[in-house]
């Protein structure tokens, strides 16, 4: 009884939804650069690549992937110099992708999508390959990273490819398993002005899961270098040793790591035994509101775990938006909801709905917002129970001392009313280099009236304004924004997105937009169907 009323909850009440189906249908990939038509100015100032990672192959032979995030990894690139934009794209030439191929079938097993044994073999030989442990996946579709100055497409496994921008050709597959102990790593790394690397990834030993705070070197010691000199600084072990948290991102500010240890739960004796069951890992994966969420603090140059953990309701987050310290306090922005069930929504035959039955889908989801969590660092012995530490001026985020080393957090909203109308924000952005681990006014994100973005929006933290492109039929990507030359001001350049038209044939563009009016300058039509994709850079070529 109790499942059955937590899924049928309904969020929101939107009718009418437009069937988005077209926007996981597989694509073609272009590896020669194709020209663009101009519309508007596109600034000469902007020289690059715009590089952008998603699904772009949802069928192998007869068949088919069951979620979103286990399509083959499509890599695009637009090339913009002189108010000129070409296109291309190239499917990442990972190991499944090739094995996938070359069999005519699904060979290698995803997050949702478990393999199924080869019909050639006899039933007893089926019967033993259900056996075989899960190899994971090297499919890495999330997003484009950067470790000491080199370009690498990465997912969550321990598996990510060095690519070259330039003609996006697969180079060479990293293992991170091979530099430190850890079972995979997230698609979310954060970088120290000095180009030093952060990234968080999971270790499983006989005591227990683990996660563990990875440090990466800025610089090489040999042109081939990859991830040579990796470290863990800091390992913390699981409240729940075998069943650890899920997370696809961490904060950082200057001096430390902050992790967020949410109720979404991997079941590890459910995902080692998958194949077994002809389940796909994501049925091992769940929401756990009766958990409430830890904040765990690491001093990143010491390595040392704090002792007060900072603890909030259940909620869910995928990224967070920026981290910073400020008068004895660690400030976290991020994008989170109260339930954390919408990764298992993200099937494929969800997102192919059409009527009725997608605002089903819509509806039982629940939105995403910008919150705010304010975190006091300098507690003692001495420090009172049962009142608000957060004595920032207008701050309505609450920390309050409830035992010895325990500190219950809640959130400031980071928006107005005005932004449930456009169905929340996610894929947040800010301007990274000037303002990542500093206190900044501006963050830049999709809205989300819809399964994927419909709209981009510019958020200002100075009164909490919102500035909103949105048209009908079109849904834009994560928003990249890109500096001026000498810019001073924050917001002084402009916002990239790749704009999908899943109802439109052959209309897909990129869009540029002015980051402080939030005006449109110009767009670059791409006469070709491309798939919503997650997360894409920009890598300056000045």
Request: with cysteine; glycine share 6%; hydrophobic share 35%.
């Amino acid at each position: 009884k109790h499942s059955k009323k937590l899924i049928n909850q309904h969020f929101t009440d939107v009718l009418g939804l437009p069937c988005i189906e077209n926007l996981v249908c597989s694509a073609d990939e272009t590896p020669e650069p194709i020209t663009t038509t101009i519309t508007g100015n596109i600034p000469s100032w902007i020289k690059g690549n715009f590089l952008r990672n998603g699904p772009g192959k949802f069928e192998i032979g007869r068949s088919s992937f069951n979620h979103w995030f286990d399509g083959m990894a499509l890599m695009h690139q637009f090339h913009i110099e002189d108010g000129k934009v070409t296109y291309m794209s190239r499917f990442l030439n990972s190991d499944c992708y090739k094995e996938n191929l070359e069999h005519n079938r699904i060979m290698v097993s995803e997050f949702g999508t478990i393999a199924m044994p080869d019909p050639c073999k006899n039933f007893f030989q089926r019967f033993l390959s259900r056996f075989e442990l899960l190899k994971q996946s090297d499919n890495a579709n999330v997003s484009f990273v950067q470790y000491k100055g080199d370009y690498y497409v990465s997912t969550e496994t321990n598996f990510m490819h060095k690519i070259d921008p330039q003609t996006l050709e697969t180079k060479e597959k990293v293992d991170w398993s091979k530099f430190v102990a850890v079972n995979g790593a997230t698609a979310h790394p954060h970088v120290d002005p000095d180009g030093t690397t952060y990234n968080m990834g999971n270790s499983y030993t006989l005591k227990g899961a683990f996660y563990n705070i990875i440090m990466v070197p800025s610089k090489k010691v040999n042109p081939n270098d990859t991830l040579e000199g990796a470290t863990v600084v800091c390992s913390i072990p699981s409240e729940d040793k075998s069943k650890p948290s899920y997370y696809h991102s961490f904060a950082m500010s200057e001096n430390y790591v902050l992790f967020i240890e949410q109720p979404i739960k991997m079941d590890l004796l459910k995902i080692v035994t998958s194949k077994l069951r002809g389940k796909g890992i994501n049925e091992g994966v769940y929401w756990d509101p009766k958990r409430n969420t830890v904040f765990h603090v690491i001093n990143k140059h010491t390595g040392k775990l704090s002792l007060i953990k900072y603890y909030a309701k259940p909620l869910s987050t995928f990224h967070q938006i920026n981290c910073y310290e400020e008068n004895g306090f660690l400030i976290m922005d991020m994008c989170c909801s109260d339930d954390g069930q919408a990764i298992n929504n993200y099937l494929i035959q969800n997102l192919k709905k059409s009527g009725n039955a997608l605002d089903e889908v819509y509806n039982t989801m629940c939105r995403v917002f910008p919150r705010r969590f304010v975190l006091p660092l300098n507690m003692d012995s001495q420090t009172p129970c049962g009142q608000n530490l957060n004595t920032r001026l207008n701050s309505t985020a609450t920390a309050i001392k409830t035992d010895k080393d325990k500190v219950f957090c809640t959130h400031e909203d980071l928006h107005g009313e005005d932004l449930h109308e456009y169905g929340g924000l996610e894929f947040p952005h800010i301007n990274y280099s000037m303002c990542n681990s500093r206190p900044y006014r501006y963050f830049y994100g999709c809205g989300f009236r819809h399964l994927v973005g419909d709209s981009l929006i510019k958020m200002d933290l100075q009164g909490k304004q919102i500035k909103v492109w949105k048209h009908a039929g079109m849904y834009p990507s994560e928003p990249i924004f890109v500096s001026s030359p000498g810019a001073v001001e924050e917001d002084d350049g402009v916002i990239l997105s790749v704009v999908i038209t899943p109802n439109q044939d052959k209309s897909t563009f990129l869009l540029v937009l002015d980051a402080k009016t939030f005006e449109e300058l110009g767009r670059a039509d791409v006469p070709i169907n491309i798939p919503y994709g997650f997360h894409g850079t920009f890598q300056n070529r000045d």
